[in-house]
């Protein structure tokens, strides 16, 4: 069974960066879009930002020129590139690949952003 296993969270300062990996563990064959989504102690699970198979990217207006994401379909690879971190991103962050027969969840890896 195919896992999703994400890495590269932790404790940063605002105005900091952090660049978060998720690398699927077995064989997929096809994978649709990958995306990344957080979510903060009291508030709702949120898209952070996805990119297609293709490269389109979309991204949550509260990180647009902050956060790139990117892939590597040679090693089912999806990363997040964050910058200029700020205290509200502080978070759990969750990827997820899409693929014909629906979604893939990773655990998720804590992100904490220190004022």
């Known amino acids: 069974q195919v896992q999703l296993v994400e890495s590269g969270g932790g404790l940063v300062q605002a105005g900091g960066s952090l660049r978060l990996s998720c690398a699927a563990s077995g064989s997929i064959f096809s994978i649709n879009a990958m995306g990344w989504y957080r979510q903060a102690p009291g508030k709702q699970h949120e898209l952070v930002a996805d990119i297609t198979s293709s490269g389109t990217t979309n991204y949550a207006d509260s990180v647009k020129g902050r956060f790139t994401i990117s892939r590597d379909n040679a090693i089912n690879t999806v990363y997040l590139q964050m910058n200029s971190l700020k205290p509200e991103d502080t978070a759990v962050y969750y990827c997820?690949?899409?693929?014909?027969?629906?979604?893939?969840w990773g655990r998720g890896t804590q992100v904490t952003v220190s004022s």
């Open positions: 997820r690949f899409v693929v014909p027969k629906g979604g893939i």
